[in-house]
T-cell receptor, first 111, second 112 residues
Framework: NAGVTQTPKFQVLKTGQSMTLQCAQD?????MSWYRQDPGMGLRLIHY???????DQGEVPNGYNVSRSTTEDFPLRLLSAAPSQTSVYFC??????????FGPGTRLTVT | SQQGEEDPQALSIQEGENATMNCSYK?????LQWYRQNSGRGLVHLIL?????REKHSGRLRVTLDTSKKSSSLLITASRAADTASYFC????????????FGTGTRLKVLA
């Protein structure tokens, strides 16, 4: 049981490039979320999903897309990377909409 | 916007002392949770308190909730060096969405 996995661990992008951050969970959780963490800002919700095929926006969705074609996977796509998207990204999942299980994070730098 | 605000932002104590950190929030909630984050790692769930509860214990953790003041406190008793971490509160707005909102965190350092 691997829990929540995220790849890659580190990524450097140039402004304007696109990429996908991968998130997978093997706990059969319906609920999944993407957060970004910036110094002094805590975690801010980007997008979330309440089940396969259902996604919704969080607090800071601009510049990011998500899809949920399977229960296990919830990828986050950066369409055209900007320096303001430099951050640490966390994926989380939950079975009861309450306790969340977090992945180890992806540290993204956009130059 | 941030729902939860932790206080203090940083706390440094000696091993064996108690650590208290506070969380204030703005709107009514169904429940409040506390998470711990070790440096460079993901968050780990510590404890949940529901809006109809006033106090909850889990091992060396004691959480209180005062819905009239929209505040919660986390007490760690007999702290250990391994408790060094950042601690975050998270609230679920009552609309029933999955839009959990995290506070800015308290950085706790326990000196051996």
């Amino acid at each position: 049981n691997a829990g929540v996995t995220q790849t890659p661990k580190f990524q450097v992008l140039k402004t304007g490039q696109s990429m996908t951050l991968q998130c997978a969970q093997d706990m059969n959780h319906e609920y999944m979320s993407w957060y970004r963490q910036d110094p002094g800002m805590g975690l801010r919700l980007i997008h979330y999903s309440v089940g396969a095929g259902i996604t919704d926006q969080g607090e800071v969705p601009n510049g990011y897309n998500v899809s949920r074609s399977t229960t296990e996977d919830f990828p986050l796509r950066l369409l055209s990377a900007a320096p303001s998207q430099t951050s640490v990204y966390f994926c989380a999942s939950s079975w009861d909409r309450i306790e969340q299980y977090f992945g180890p994070g992806t540290r993204l730098t956009v130059t | 916007s941030q729902q939860g605000e932790e206080d203090p932002q940083a706390l440094s104590i000696q091993e064996g002392e108690n650590a208290t950190m506070n969380c204030s929030y703005k709107t009514s909630i169904n429940n409040l949770q506390w998470y711990r984050q070790n440096s460079g790692r993901g968050l780990v769930h510590l404890i949940l308190i529901r809006s109809n509860e006033r106090e909850k214990h889990s091992g060396r953790l004691r959480v209180t909730l005062d819905t009239s003041k929209k505040s919660s406190s986390l007490l760690i008793t007999a702290s250990r060096a391994a408790d060094t971490a950042s601690y975050f509160c998270a609230t679920d707005p009552p609309s029933g969405t999955y839009k959990y909102i995290f506070g800015t965190g308290t950085r706790l350092k326990v000196l051996a």
